[in-house]
């Protein structure tokens, strides 16, 4: 089956089928892993990049590979996106997109919290190369109509935001990039496409960290970014392929492998996460639970109208977080205290206020400050819910919060 004819089928049979095809030559129903570097080519292929078009054979795999362009399709189906490439991370894939969109002298408005290694390249690398760069609360819409001005190039957000799990509105904040002229990105790793699918609410680019939930399982760095065809050819001929933050094919195999069940999980980690917030909330030494898909998050209602799924991430606060940070981390038998994010194995982590904004947030006003706090008070426990029984991981956290 070919991407065009998806449109009219479930979820969970995109996630399966789409971008697969069994082999031509020995009939393997399974994708293949190509691990060639190169490919046998004729003599009239060009041996530069400025020549290829997107449908050309196979050359190098730093330009394409088929086991990677299988994880492209299939991903650009579920996200409803004309076109995909996959970096090495998603890191990669967010440096390349601004490295492929901004130059010196241009200017770019990034949310306050964004994954902490967006947000330190934002403070250092991309100021270092002339990029002017403006941090702003996106959750609060009159802030960022306020910011994002005409000579603005791109707005940056995420949502839910790591580590906060605050939500911005990407209709408005898309409606405040275009009248302004700019272009929205949004991170969407937290949400993922059974969530959210950003580019049908009006953003221009949708950035995944594949090592997440659309991996899955713990075992492969990758990233991507979706978009317009267009936009995407040419981000992979300027910038990604004289980058070179290729994925591995064996990376791009094992995420096609985990991508295929990310409906049927994501099911589960959210019927999983909503037991587990409701018992966090009725745990004394609990001072604060943060869940998209509880009454008590400040912006449920916004969570249910654009999130249609409310994924696996908690946080919440506690009494004496870095003491209660080190119990855990002793304690606990079943959760592993450590940092990523959805896998099947459920990953806890403490993050402490002062440490952060010294490193990684730079909160200029008083305002984005009682944001944070509001959210993390003086550190957060960031819970990745996994796909183990419910009442184990509860009775887990029971013991080590004791
Ligand atoms: C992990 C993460 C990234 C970075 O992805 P890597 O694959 O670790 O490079 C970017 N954004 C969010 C929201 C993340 O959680």
């Not at 000579?151 to 580590?163: A, D, Q, R, S, W």
């Not at 949400?191 to 713990?218: C, N, R």
């Not at 002062?354 to 305002?367: D, G, H, M, Y």
Request: charged share 20%.
């Amino acid at each position: 089956m070919r991407k065009q004819d998806f449109s009219t089928l479930g979820e969970q049979t995109k996630a399966v089928h789409a971008g697969e095809f069994p082999d031509p030559v020995t009939g393997a129903s399974s994708p293949n892993l190509v691990m060639s570097t190169t490919f046998v080519v004729d003599a009239d292929t060009t041996f530069s990049v400025e020549g290829m078009g997107e449908n050309d054979p196979f050359v190098y795999t730093r330009w394409a590979n088929p086991t990677i362009r299988q994880l492209e399709e299939k991903l650009a189906v579920l996200e409803d996106a004309e076109a995909a490439v996959a970096f090495a991370s998603g890191m990669s894939a967010a440096v390349a997109l601004l490295l492929h969109t901004l130059k010196a002298g241009d200017r770019v408005v990034v949310s306050d919290v964004t994954y902490a290694a967006v947000a330190e390249a934002t403070n250092e690398l991309f100021p270092a190369l002339g990029v002017d760069v403006i941090k702003v609360d996106t959750s609060d819409l009159d802030a960022l109509a306020t910011t994002v001005k005409h000579g603005v190039k791109l707005v940056y957000i995420e949502t839910p935001c790591n580590p906060l799990l605050r939500l911005t509105d990407i209709g408005a904040a898309a409606k405040i990039a275009h009248t302004a002229g700019a272009q929205l990105v949004v991170d969407s790793t937290f949400a993922t496409p059974i969530a959210t699918k950003p580019l049908q609410l009006g953003a221009d680019f949708v950035i995944h960290s594949l090592t997440k939930y659309i991996g899955g399982h713990g075992d492969a760095l990758g990233g991507i970014l979706l978009g317009r065809a267009t936009d995407l050819a040419s981000l992979r001929k300027k910038t990604s392929i004289r980058l070179g933050g290729t994925i591995s094919p064996f990376n791009a195999w094992l995420i096609l492998r985990g991508l295929a069940t990310l409906p049927l999980r994501m099911k589960a980690h959210e019927e999983n996460a909503l037991k587990i917030a409701r018992y966090l909330e009725t745990n004394p030494k609990v001072t604060r639970v943060i869940y998209p898909g509880l009454p008590s998050h400040p912006q449920h209602n916004l969570a249910r109208r654009q999130m249609r799924n409310f994924s696996g991430m908690i946080a919440f606060q506690a009494e004496r977080g870095k003491e209660t940070a080190r119990r855990l981390a002793e304690k606990l038998r079943i959760i592993h205290y450590a940092v990523s994010l959805g896998h099947h194995r459920s990953l806890i982590f403490y993050l402490d206020t002062e440490e952060l904004l010294a490193t990684s947030f730079r909160l200029a006003t008083q305002k984005q400050l009682d944001s944070w706090k509001t959210f993390a008070g003086e550190g957060i426990f960031r819970l990745s819910v996994g796909l183990e029984d419910a009442d184990d991981l509860i009775a887990d956290l029971e013991q080590g919060l004791m």
